[in-house]
């Protein structure tokens, strides 16, 4: 299983940009997902999540009412709304699957797969 994910890029404060991530060698439905970023010198933390369904989704209060996590799943495809971007969103931000119901979305060990990171720089 490999995940993709896509879509960052350089942009100046209160920006927006999208990231999206495929799955692919399963059925994309069966995964729940999540974003996860690491920024230079800090631990990766999580960002926002989403259950198979997209009945549920979390975020990280840095994140809450800027950034929308979605999925569709005709287009085997989950993505990333990010507005009005600030400088401290600057990160390597990942894409993670787990397989089946997250307990604990927030916690890295509930995810299955990882993709490659996209980076994210935010310009003040």
């Known amino acids: 299983v490999q995940l993709q994910a896509c879509g960052g890029g350089l942009v100046q404060a209160g920006g927006s940009l999208r990231l999206s991530c495929a799955p692919s060698?399963?059925?994309?439905?069966?995964?729940?997902m999540g974003w996860f970023r690491q920024a230079p010198g800090k631990e990766r933390e999580f960002v926002a999540a989403?259950?198979?369904?997209?009945?549920?989704?979390y975020y990280a209060d840095s994140v809450k009412g800027r950034f929308t996590i979605s999925r569709d799943n005709a287009k085997d495809t989950a993505y990333l709304q990010m507005n009005n971007l600030k400088p401290e969103d600057t990160a390597v931000y990942y894409c993670?699957?787990?397989?089946?119901?997250?307990?604990?979305?927030?916690?890295?060990?509930?995810?299955?797969?990882w993709g490659q990171g996209t980076l994210v720089t935010v310009s003040s």
């Open positions: 060698g399963r059925t994309f439905s069966s995964y729940a």
């Open positions: 993670a699957g787990g397989i089946g119901l997250l307990i604990g979305p927030r916690m890295t060990y509930e995810y299955d797969y």
């Open positions: 989403i259950q198979r369904r997209g009945t549920n989704t």
